[in-house]
């Protein structure tokens, strides 16, 4: 059993900060790349930001130069600055098994960015 629980959320005027956070628990694996996606209603879950276990990152181009992905042995982190309305959604962290490649995904935080 794979929990991956987020906290962080909340919110915050256009212009403001948010720092997401993803602990891993349960059962130990080894971790490869980790991510956060995001889901606004009406619209498809998209790619944030991925991180993998040798450290390199990947941002979806909404996010480059705003959002900062990092990793701890078993967390995740999305640092968010510069939030605009566009950017509220549910957020979900991902991380891979890398034995398996199975993907686990956690139950999502919702980002409300005001106006």
């Known amino acids: 059993q794979v929990q991956l629980v987020e906290s962080g959320g909340g919110l915050v005027q256009a212009g403001g900060s948010l720092r997401l956070s993803c602990a891993v628990s349960?059962?130990?694996?080894?971790?490869?790349?980790m991510g956060w996606y995001r889901q606004a209603p009406g619209k498809q879950r998209e790619l944030v930001a991925t991180?993998?276990?040798?450290?390199s990152t990947n941002y979806a181009d909404s996010v480059k130069g705003r959002f900062t992905i990092s990793r701890g042995k078993n967390t995740v982190y999305l640092q968010m600055n510069s939030l605009k309305p566009d950017d509220t959604a549910a957020y979900y962290c991902?991380?891979?098994?890398?034995?398996?490649?199975?993907?686990?995904w956690g139950q999502g935080t919702q980002v409300t960015v005001s106006s």
């Open positions: 991180v993998t276990m040798g450290g």
């Open positions: 991902n991380v891979e098994d890398d034995g398996s490649g199975y993907y686990y």
């Open positions: 349960g059962r130990t694996f080894i971790i490869n790349a």
